[in-house]
């Protein structure tokens, strides 16, 4: 057993195989979301997302509580407030797409979210992607 900077050799492989199990966990069950969002039948896609939103909120609010670190710095508000409003309109799209869509096309548009973040950080930021970055957004396009 070699010794690492962290660790040992088998601490480090502990670590990538919780990762990669706490990984595939999140998948499933948002997998599982997807089927009771279409499960639910014909309530508006705006009530989907509002009862979703508050069992996410009961749960982070518990924590954070629990954590202690419920507060802000000043001037952040704003930013919070914007991050708010854009998962709130990513949920609503994405529940709009379950509805509208077979499942497994919503689900697949939903996980090429971070590709597409890429993407528009070079038209919106004007990020210079690596060739590394592109290969990879091309591959996940693909």
Request: one cysteine or more.
């Amino acid at each position: 057993m070699s010794a690492t900077k962290h660790g040992t050799l088998d601490d480090k492989r502990g670590d990538i195989f919780k990762g990669i199990l706490f990984i595939v966990i999140s998948a499933f069950f948002y997998s599982l979301m997807s089927l009771f969002v279409r499960l639910a039948g014909d309530l508006p896609t705006f009530q989907k997302a509002f009862f979703r939103n508050v069992v996410a909120a009961l749960f982070g609010a518990a924590l954070l509580l629990k954590s202690g670190s419920f507060k802000w710095k000043k001037g952040s508000l704003p930013a919070l407030l914007g991050r708010s409003i854009a998962g709130t309109v990513g949920i609503l799209c994405n529940f709009y797409a379950i509805d509208h869509m077979n499942i497994s096309d919503a689900s697949i548009l939903n996980k090429l979210a971070p590709f597409a973040s890429i993407v528009f950080s070079i038209w919106v930021l004007g990020e210079k992607p690596s060739w590394k970055d592109l290969l990879l957004v091309g591959v996940a396009f693909a």
